[in-house]
């Protein structure tokens, strides 16, 4: 099956730093890439939806110029957290569709990064 | 704006047991309806996706079904086993093929 592949795992940064956070599809085109964040025990929720070339579409309350998100390649997403504070604290999930657009399409997800702000 | 809701938030159950976990939405305009499965600090593993069209979706030991018009899904996981212990998530994917996911049901199988 399609692998997402996405990097740090885990960060533990200081208050006002920034941080990279990737998201890359190994082995299929990623047209789409969602970016989600989940606070503990929580549901997923949808940050934002980026496609390659163009700017991301961010959900309502998503600050854009705090999650930066540049999808620049068709393997390749990243989001940036800018000058993180500890509320952005939280587990942060990508996805990736070859953009084919069919009820029956299914998602791939990366493994998480968990980022702690202290 | 479509609302996934997932009862119950929580289950324990013996080794053995035939389980339901259940899952609603609010708008029944979905392209289709699909189970995740999340270990603790991880990511989704896609379980099943059923098409709006159909009624059921079957994998091994899963089984999940679809009542589109109540606004409903299930899964059923027969002859639970300790390695089912995880969070499981419902998604429906909406008209703008974006998913919207339940809060999950935290399962723990005990040996």
């Known amino acids: 099956g399609a692998v997402v592949s996405q990097h740090p795992s885990r960060v533990i940064c200081k208050s006002g730093t920034s941080v990279k956070i990737e998201c890359r599809s190994l082995?299929?085109?990623?047209?789409?890439m969602f970016w989600y964040r989940q606070f503990p025990k929580q549901s997923l929720m949808l940050m934002a939806t980026?496609?390659?070339?163009?700017?991301?579409?961010?959900e309502q309350g998503v600050e854009k110029d705090k999650f930066l998100i540049n999808h620049a390649s068709l393997t390749l997403s990243t989001l940036t957290v800018t000058s993180a504070h500890p509320e952005d604290s939280s587990f942060y999930i990508c996805?990736?569709?070859?953009?084919?657009?069919?009820?029956?399409?299914?998602?791939?997800f990366g493994s998480g990064t968990q980022l702690s702000v202290l | 704006k479509q609302e996934v809701t997932q009862i119950p938030a929580a289950l324990s159950v013996p080794e053995g047991e035939n389980l339901v976990l259940n899952c609603s939405f609010t708008?029944?305009?979905?392209?289709?309806l699909q189970w995740f499965r999340q270990d603790p600090g991880k990511g989704l593993t896609s379980l099943l996706l059923?098409?709006?069209?159909?009624r059921e979706q079957t994998s091994g030991r899963l089984n999940a079904s679809l009542d589109k018009s109540s606004g409903r899904s299930t899964l059923y996981i027969a002859a639970s086993q300790p390695g089912d212990s995880a969070t499981y998530l419902c998604?429906?994917?909406?008209?703008?093929?974006?998913?919207?996911f339940g809060s999950g049901t935290r399962l723990l199988v005990r040996p």
């Open positions: 082995d299929f085109q990623a047209t789409t």
């Open positions: 980026s496609n390659e070339g163009s700017k991301a579409t961010y």
């Open positions: 998604a429906a994917m909406d008209s703008s093929y974006k998913l919207i």
């Open positions: 059923i098409q709006s069209s159909q």
């Open positions: 996805s990736a569709s070859s953009g084919f657009r069919s009820t029956n399409e299914k998602l791939f």
């Open positions: 708008d029944s305009a979905i392209y289709n």
